[in-house]
């Protein structure tokens, strides 16, 4: 920044246009009741659905609830299948 008098410098420093806030845990949310509903209906389609978000959650979005969405939709995704393997056998 300048002033007025000679393009003499004033001390302040422009750091630029301001970062955007966070935009929630959107995908987060999203992949972690994909994996709760993958536990009880189509393990595989809706546990790699929830994989997959929680996984551009992370990487991408570097959301906060990231790891625990990754932990929630794994968990699905083999109890689901699990649960189907004991379901069919009985």
Known sequence: ???QYGNQPTGQQSHGAP??????NVLSIIAMVMGVIAFIFLPIVFGVIGLVLAIIAKTVRHE???VVA???SAAG???GMVLGAI????
């Open 19 to 24: 970062k955007p806030a966070a935009t929630g």
């Open 77 to 79: 995704l083999v109890g």
């Open 64 to 66: 906060r609830l990231a």
């Open 87 to 90: 379901v069919a056998a009985a």
């Open 1 to 3: 920044m300048t002033t």
């Open 70 to 72: 990754l932990v929630v």
